[in-house]
């Protein structure tokens, strides 16, 4: 298990930080007080900080070389679950979940911050995999 | 929101920056690989970004340490305040409802806040180095289930912080165990806040465990068998895995009663699965908890023990068997908790085998460090002192643990301070003993220094006879029929004997207050020693090398002595322990013996007086 990651073989080369953690930690912290109390700008925060720090810890660990593809994942993931919890609240197709949108119903409304903060990982994730690669990393 | 997006933006683009910038890094755009930079010569940052983003396990347990440290002091302030009020039978000091907020956080603070990340804060400074390994398996889920926990904290306290802010969100008062009714009905937002708390502590812990289970697998060392697998890193394992099947479980369970809470359904709810339900979810969780916590403190005494008395720790195998029975089988006994709710009797009567049961592994192991200890050569350090007064208080912890699960006795004192001078005298007796044992004696690993010996034995006397005169009236108390758990004890006379409980009262609070002054008379000695003390140069402060039992922690900081340059050379180091006989400099005494243990030293003699 050790022998895939890269620090097991060099372990005093490398300056055992990562920025990552605390990142991963503020967007679990946030992404769980906001869906709890229904504050969607707390909620989309830390989901947005879940995802995109996950994508990044999972990198640097060498796990992956690119994060774009995971953040994708990881959205699209979201994006489901969102749409599962505004699915417990109603029946129907197209229609009533737009109705549904416009209710004042809390569950509603969280299923659907889910939802909107995965769509946008997996959008940062389709965009940055065009430009930032061919950008920063040729 | 936004603005903080943007400052973690910064953040990190700061961060990786020093990292590209590292000497000797390779170019990450000729290397393709993201992570090759990493590669250049280890330089931490210095600073608040160093400790925010160490993923090094010593570091690690460092943090845990001191997060640890402060969840200890807040609840030792909770709790003596609530002592102080119960000097007198009615409400002086403080409100009913404050009393039960406290009483609260202290209950959860202490379990989760310092008793489990206090043995984190060990088991990721030493378990690397006990086994050999580079550091944990996964460096970077070690930080992140550290990182969880202040936030938790934060979270779990949050009750308090809003007292003197106009909103209305309050402490908590569902005590440490939540039943419901109680914990669904009441409609402060702070126990909801309390829960998430609780949550993240318990995914921190989930975390914790997986990687140690995954390092004490697969990164041991070369010569590190399963056979000579130190008994710290067996109780470690076996703590793992209890967290890996009991912590889930709390973690689901909350967010069960999160939902009852505040999305209408009816888990714990009379017309759905019942209050009882959370009962049994939760102590099917809360007794590994109490396991969870003993066991790697357990591991720790048997370490430490045999280093000062001269011998190898007797019967290795059978603690480290009767570590794992104690580990399969408190997943069979929760009930005990739940004599009196009125389940059918053959089950409480099959709960109360198991539980009697689980008194064997744990008497072996009582005996094991008494034969241990049988014709050694006992020398009482600090460490040594702790670890005598740990057994001595097991064996009364243990032993009203096992009067209290016989039912017929049970119904007579559960619900009685009987309950609660059984669980302090292993939660603070055992617990807390362990871990100041421990911390004097790694002190010279983790800070280069030497503790105050004259202060760690005020410490240890205060502490023990603090904790014996405490719990012990708390037992008697029990026997008058003492209700745990209330702010106030004003009943009428005639019906017990209120002048002989209120003297038990005052007698536990002025216990507790002996146990609160050892408490500062610790930090003094550590903060103080540490930032001023001698520095240590001798590699065997303990003289356990004479023993054969130098343990490789010990080995590992003779190295790192020696690449700082700073070991003692043989007449200077040596000198002060020419008197005991440091006939044995095999470099890395007994540390290749089968059952690697540890021995005594009698270090504190020699390390402290003159340094050099
Ligand atoms: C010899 C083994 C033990 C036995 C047989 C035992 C038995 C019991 C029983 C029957 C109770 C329920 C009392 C009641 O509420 O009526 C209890 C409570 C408790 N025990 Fe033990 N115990 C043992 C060891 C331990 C250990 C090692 C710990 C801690 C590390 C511990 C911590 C607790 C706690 C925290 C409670 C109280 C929980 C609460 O209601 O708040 N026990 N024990
Ligand atoms: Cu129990």
């Known amino acids: 298990m050790g022998a895939d990651r890269p620090e097991a073989t060099a372990p005093d080369r490398r300056d055992k930080t990562s920025p990552w953690p605390v990142v991963v930690v503020l967007g679990i912290v946030l992404s ?107 | 929101m936004g603005a903080l997006l943007v400052g973690i933006g910064a953040f990190l683009a700061r961060t990786e920056n020093w990292r590209a910038y590292a000497p000797l890094a390779g170019d990450p755009a000729a290397t393709g690989g993201s992570h090759e930079h990493e590669q250049g010569h280890g330089h931490k940052p210095s600073g608040i970004i160093r400790w925010l983003t ?106 308090f912080f809003t007292i003197p802010l106009p909103v209305d969100i309050g402490p908590a008062q569902t005590s440490w165990t939540m039943y419901a009714p109680l914990s669904a009905q009441q409609p402060n937002p702070g126990v909801d806040l309390m829960m998430l708390g609780l949550h993240l502590t318990g995914v921190s812990a989930t975390m914790g465990a997986i990687n140690f289970i995954a390092t004490i697998f697969t990164e041991r060392g070369e010569n590190v068998t399963w056979a000579n697998l130190d008994i710290f890193s067996w109780t470690v394992l076996t703590q793992s895995g209890l967290i890996l099947f009991s912590f889930p479980l709390l973690g689901s369970a909350l967010i069960m009663l999160l939902l009852d809470r505040n999305f209408g359904t009816t888990f714990f709810a009379v017309e759905g699965g019942g209050p009882i339900l959370w009962q049994h979810l939760f102590w099917f969780f809360g007794h590994p908890e109490v396991y969870i916590l003993v066991l790697p403190m357990m591991g720790l005494v048997s370490w430490i023990l045999p280093k000062f008395a001269g011998r190898k720790l007797f019967g290795f195998k059978f603690v480290v068997y009767s570590t794992l029975a104690i580990g399969v089988l408190s997943f069979g006994v929760w009930a005990h908790h739940m004599f009196g709710s009125g389940m059918d009797p053959r089950i409480r009567a099959s709960f109360m085998a198991t539980s009697l049961a689980i008194a064997i592994p744990s008497a072996v192991k009582t005996f094991n460090w008494i034969t241990t200890l049988w014709n050694g050569r006992i020398r009482l350090t600090a460490p040594m002192l702790f670890c005598i007064g740990f057994v001595s208080n097991f064996v009364l912890g243990g032993i009203t643990g096992v009067f209290l699960a016989a039912i017929p006795v049970n119904l007579v004192l559960h619900e009685t301070y009987y309950v609660v001078g059984h669980f302090h005298y292993i939660v603070m007796g055992m617990i807390a003993f362990a871990g100041f044992g421990a911390i004097y004696y790694w002190f010279p690993i983790v800070t280069g220094k030497m503790y105050q010996k004259t202060l760690a034995k005020w410490h240890f006397w205060l502490s023990m006879i603090g904790v014996n005169i405490t719990f012990f009236s708390m037992l008697l108390m029990g026997y008058l029929g003492m209700p745990r758990r209330y702010a106030t004890y004003d009943f009428n006379p005639a019906l017990a004997p209120l002048a002989s409980v209120e003297l038990l009262h005052q007698v536990t609070t002025f216990g507790a207050f002996l146990i609160g002054l050892g408490t500062l008379v610790w930090l003094w000695n550590i903060v103080q020693s540490w930032a001023e003390g001698p520095e240590i140069t001798d590699p065997d402060p303990w003289n356990t090398k004479r023993d054969g039992l130098h343990g490789r922690e010990f080995a590992w900081f003779e190295e790192q002595l020696a690449a700082d340059g700073k070991l003692a050379t043989t007449d200077g180091g040596e000198a002060s322990d020419a008197s005991r006989g440091s006939s044995e400099l095999r470099s890395d005494g007994g540390e290749a013996d089968e059952e690697q243990l540890a021995t005594d030293g009698d270090a504190e003699e020699q390390a402290q007086p003159t340094d050099d």
């Not at chain 2, 209950?107 to 990340?117: C, N, R």
């Not at chain 2, 580079?134 to 889920?141: E, G, S, W, Y």
């Open chain 1, 32 to 138: 769980e007080v906001g869906i709890l109390f229904n504050l969607y700008p707390v909620s989309v925060t830390g989901l947005l900080l879940f995802t995109g720090s996950v994508a990044g810890i999972v990198t640097e660990a060498g796990y992956a070389v690119r994060p774009w593809r995971l953040l994708v994942g990881l959205g699209a993931a979201f994006v489901v679950v969102g749409l599962l919890i505004v699915g417990s609240q109603v029946d129907g197709g197209l229609a009533s979940y737009l109705d549904a949108a416009a209710r004042d119903d809390g569950i509603v409304q969280r299923g659907y911050t889910v939802a909107a903060a995965g769509a946008i990982a997996a959008l940062v994730g389709i965009v940055g995999s065009r430009t930032v690669d061919r950008v920063v990393f040729r």
């Open chain 2, 54 to 159: 160490t993923v090094d396990h010593k570091d690690i347990g460092v943090l845990y340490g001191t997060y640890g440290v402060i969840a200890f002091l807040w609840g030792g302030v909770a709790v003596l305040l609530m002592r102080l009020e119960l000097t007198t039978p009615t409400s002086t000091l403080i409100e009913p409802s404050l009393y039960n907020a406290l009483l609260t956080s202290h209950g959860i603070t202490m379990l989760f806040l310092f008793g489990t990340p206090i043995i984190a804060a060990f088991a990721n400074y030493f378990v690397p180095l006990l086994i050999g390994a580079d550091d944990m398996a996964f460096p970077r889920i070690n930080a992140i289930a550290f990182w969880l926990l202040p936030p938790g904290a934060l979270l779990i306290w949050a009750g």
